[in-house]
């Protein structure tokens, strides 16, 4: 009998055993926990739900769980909540009548469940898991600045992106243009892993790593950091980036700058430019435009070569090779022309014209040029323009028509493209002088510097009457003029200064005048003349008012006579008579004379008489 017992008890507890894993219906499961949501640094708000479906309870045990360890945070006794030692002992507290337990501080490590349970036997406890939530800081992008060239057999890293400090793991998206890229075997990888900072945030690096072609040499890289938050999902992106991408040089050609006609004294730059990165190593050929060979070759490593000043020598055929030092492969570009516009020196015939006065002269100018020229003749001295040509006729010279002549050759296609030469005509004749007298105003016992000039040809001399240090400057090769330095002496104010020029032909003399300096009024003491001078005139002014007012109001009546009296008292009628004579003009008597229509007596003089008696 038993082992028949032992063969059921086995069974029954086999039953048993397979009811709890099939789950059958009327057993009790374990409710889902219910979800609160926090970002880091803030409070936590844990609610018991016990305290709702039993009522006032007086003692409730908050548990935290931790892989599937419980571990006692907090006591509610009565109403009075007590916290244990351990890593919340000074983050918990006590809300809503002890219904609610208050975390602050929330960190990563808070990200687990949290449960209430009361006193009684079986009671039934209350379960909530607490999710935490960090958003990541701003996404740090870092290219490629090595390059990847295109003839790579597998992806090459292009950038790496990293997402600092976030809860939790967020994700990476990687864009081209705008535009998300995938995986995609040998053609696209994205590398990503994180790394558990102290705080418990995570730090994400993703490496895009890709094969690129020519095209992508422009493309715009960026990464883009998926996050979510208790108020929703949001996002992240970094700046853009593009990444060198080298690919070998299929086509070189050449440029010049400046654009357009080219003349001597510009500076010019001989550009030879590559499709391909890095730009091959180049050098350019000058050649001969008849028989095509190299004249000479220079190296330049930056592609440019400056011609300055350009000259027409640089004229030629020019042509770059460009050497992709990768497939050591030499790719020449088209051969160019350069045409350096020029303008040759002036020839003047003849180149020193020497002429009698009354004779004629024809003076001819020639000159070679790239381009069609135009001819004119200046006067030197004024700039007037005498002719439009290469020749100049010259008839019945007089002794003014010696000096300079300018030749302008220039290119009227070409702004600034010209030459000029100049020649001085020499008309024969004795020294001519640029005044005869002059008058110079001196200080006694002073030095004084006095010049003379004269011209004619030969080249006069100059010489002075006076014993004293001169100095000779030669001005053209017709004109000289002659500074002396000279002590001004009472003798020399009587007798003067003179210049004498000469040459084989003639002399002549010129005369400086010495006088002293007048002395004028100082400054000050003309200012108090002016300030009297306008004193007076207000005085006038004012008292010829102050009579015409008085005339105006009767107070001083005048009659036809001219006779005016003037009440006094009567003690004194017969003491005073005062004559007043006058020689102004009649139009100057007009405050005197009464009304307009008052007529001056035939013999009337113009005497007037005030009668100081009554």
């Not at 001005?475 to 000469?502: H, I, M, W, Y």
């Amino acid at each position: 009998m038993g082992l028949p017992r032992l063969i059921c008890a086995f069974l029954l507890y086999a039953c048993c055993c397979c009811r709890r894993a099939a789950g059958v219906p009327g057993e009790a499961e374990q409710p889902a926990p219910e979800l609160v949501e926090v970002e880091v640094g803030s409070t936590a708000l844990l609610k018991c739900s016990l305290f709702q479906s039993q009522g006032n309870l007086s003692h409730v045990d908050w548990f935290s769980v931790h892989k599937e360890k419980r571990v006692l945070i907090f006591r509610v006794r009565q109403g009075q909540g007590q916290s244990e030692p351990g890593e919340y002992q000074h983050r918990l507290s006590l809300q809503d009548r002890g219904a609610t337990l208050a975390l602050t501080q929330v960190t990563p490590h808070d990200e687990r469940i949290f449960l209430c349970q009361g006193k009684r036997p079986r009671s039934q406890e209350h379960r909530i898991q607490l999710r935490v939530y960090k958003a990541p800081e701003e996404p740090n992008i870092q290219a490629n600045a090595l390059g990847i060239p295109v003839n790579s057999k597998e992806p090459s890293e292009v950038a790496t992106c990293v997402g600092r400090n976030g809860y939790p793991i967020p994700q990476v998206i990687w864009y081209k243009n705008g535009r998300p890229l995938k995986e995609e075997k040998n053609r696209v990888h994205i590398q990503s892993s994180q790394t558990v900072e102290s705080s418990g945030l995570y730090t994400l690096q993703s490496i895009l790593k890709a094969q690129l072609v020519k095209e992508d040499k422009d493309a715009q890289f960026y990464c883009e950091l998926n996050y979510r938050l208790p108020s929703g999902n949001h996002m992240k992106e970094s700046r853009e980036v593009t990444v060198p991408v080298f690919y070998p040089t299929e086509k070189v050609w050449l440029e010049v700058e400046p654009v357009g006609m080219l003349k001597e004294g510009d500076r010019v730059e001989i550009r030879c430019l590559a499709d391909g990165n890095p730009p091959p190593h180049f050098s350019i050929s000058k050649q001969n435009p008849s028989t095509r060979e190299a004249e000479e070759e220079t190296t330049v490593d930056n592609g440019v070569l400056v011609l300055e000043p350009a000259r027409k020598e640089h004229s030629g055929l020019y042509e770059c090779q460009g050497l992709d030092l990768d497939t050591m492969i030499s790719l020449p570009s088209e051969a160019q022309e350069l045409l350096v516009n020029y303008v040759s020196d002036i020839r003047v015939s003849p180149a020193d014209p020497e002429r009698q006065e009354g004779s004629s002269l024809t003076l001819t100018c020639e000159a070679e040029s790239s381009q069609a020229l135009e001819f004119q003749w200046l006067r030197e001295e004024t700039g007037q323009v005498l002719e439009r040509g290469s020749v100049l006729q010259l008839h019945n010279l007089k002794r003014e028509a010696g000096g300079g002549y300018r030749c302008v050759a220039s290119v009227p296609s070409i702004p600034g493209l010209n030459r000029t030469q100049l020649v001085n005509v020499a008309i024969f004749g004795p020294p001519w002088m640029a005044f005869k007298e002059r008058k110079v105003w001196v200080k006694e016992n002073t030095v004084l510097n006095l010049s003379c000039e004269a011209s004619g040809h030969p080249r006069p001399t100059i010489s002075w009457n006076v014993n004293s240090t001169a100095s000779e400057q030669d001005q053209d090769p017709q004109r000289v003029l002659s500074t002396l330095n000279v002590l001004v002496t009472a003798e020399l104010l009587k007798t003067g200064v003179e210049c004498t020029a000469s040459n084989d032909l003639g002399k002549n003399t010129s005369v400086l005048f010495l006088e002293l300096e007048r002395k004028l009024p100082e400054p000050e003491s003309q200012g108090v003349v002016i300030v009297a001078v306008i004193v007076c005139i207000l005085v006038l002014a004012v008292l010829g008012a102050v009579l015409y007012f008085l005339y105006k109001k009767g107070k001083l009546p005048c009659g036809r006579s001219g006779k005016q009296e003037i009440t006094l008292p009567p003690s004194r009628k017969s003491e005073l008579v005062v004559e007043v004579k006058s020689d102004k003009l009649p139009e100057e008597m007009g405050l005197l004379q009464g009304s307009s229509s008052d007529k001056r007596a035939p013999g009337d003089q113009g005497e007037k008489y005030i009668d100081l008696r009554h």
